[in-house]
C-alpha cells in the first residue's frame, strides 16, 4: 500500500499482512525491502465494515481506517493522508 503525501517524508510504500486469529485479526507491516519498519501494532479490528488498525512509530500515534473491497485497499492514516493498494498473492 502506499501512503501519499507524508509530511517530511512524501509517499510511503509499505506492505501490510493481515490475518485471521480465533482471538480476532492480526496485522503487521513491511516495509517495500521487506525490512521492519518499526511500527507497533497495537490493535487491528473490523468496525462498520472498515479495518482499523492503532499503531506506534517512534512514539507517536498512528490510526489507520481502510476499506478493503476485493483485492483493493483505500483508506486513511489518521484521517489525513490517503491510502490506497492492492493485494499481493
Do not use: C, H, W
Not at 521487506?34 to 472498515?50: A, T
Amino acid at each position: 500500500m502506499t501512503i501519499f503525501d507524508v509530511d517530511q517524508l512524501g509517499d510511503v510504500d509499505l506492505n501490510l499482512m493481515i490475518s485471521k486469529s480465533p482471538d480476532g485479526y492480526e496485522s503487521s507491516f513491511k516495509d517495500s525491502d521487506g525490512n521492519d519498519p518499526f511500527i507497533e501494532v497495537d490493535s487491528s479490528n473490523v468496525i462498520d465494515g472498515f479495518y482499523e488498525i492503532d499503531a506506534y512509530y517512534q512514539g507517536y500515534e498512528l490510526f489507520f481506517k481502510l476499506k478493503i473491497v476485493k483485492d483493493k485497499l483505500s483508506g486513511s492514516l489518521m484521517e489525513m493522508y490517503d491510502i490506497k493498494g492492492k493485494r499481493v498473492k
